[in-house]
Every structure is written in C-alpha cells, then in structure tokens.
Nanobody, 119 residues
C-alpha cells in the first residue's frame, strides 16, 4: 500500500519559517512528479509547488520567492521550505505523488499537515 506521510507543520508567527517533509513508501519515487498542495478553510485545494522527476520546479505566484521545493530520491523524500510566512499561508498542506500511466493519471495523497501562521 502506497503511503505519503507529511511532517513539519505547526504554528508560526508571521515572517517565520517552517520546513515540511513528505516521505513516500511503496512507490518508485524517482519516477513520480511530487507536489505540495494546500487547502484553507472554506476554500478549494490549490497547488503550491511541484517538482518533476527530473527536478524542474513550479510555484504558485503567491509563494514564489518565499517557498522552495526539493526532493531527495535516495530518501524518497520531498520537502518544502517555507520562509516569510504570511497569515494567508494558513492551511492544511498535502503531499502529492503524480505520474501518467499511458493516458491515465495516477495520484497518491498524504493525510495532510496543518500550518498556522498567526501572532
């Protein structure tokens, strides 16, 4: 059974930093694009950042210059370094593993980790 387990969430003051990590098991990690998504109360889940199997990255405009995604294929881990956090970054953050199998998308999700930015 595929598992994605997030960690690193918590309460932080505005301007602070957090580092989220996601460890994947029972998948061929290096062949998946990995991503972080978030969902704030009353809002739809939105993309935060992705990193392809070859290391190309993509960021939502709202986090560009503040967040950095990285992956360690040897440790089956994807991380999200979040700096200069704002109250509007408050959300549950989810790890995603994605690949295409022929024409069909294959997605796995973690259970989420809460990030709260508040003074």
């Amino acid at each position: 059974q595929v598992r994605l387990v997030e960690s690193g969430g918590g309460l932080v003051q505005p301007g602070g930093s957090l580092r989220l990590s996601c460890v994947a098991s029972r998948i061929k990690f290096s062949t998946y694009a990995m991503g972080w998504y978030r969902q704030a109360p009353g809002k739809q889940r939105e993309l935060v950042s992705t990193i392809t199997s070859s290391g190309s990255t993509n960021y939502a405009d709202s986090v560009k210059g503040r967040f950095t995604i990285s992956r360690d294929n040897a440790k089956n881990t994807v991380s999200l370094q979040m700096n200069s956090l704002k109250p509007e970054d408050t959300a549950v953050y989810y790890c995603n593993a994605h690949k295409m199998v022929l024409i069909n998308p294959l997605d796995y999700w973690g259970q989420g980790t809460q990030v709260t930015v508040s003074s």
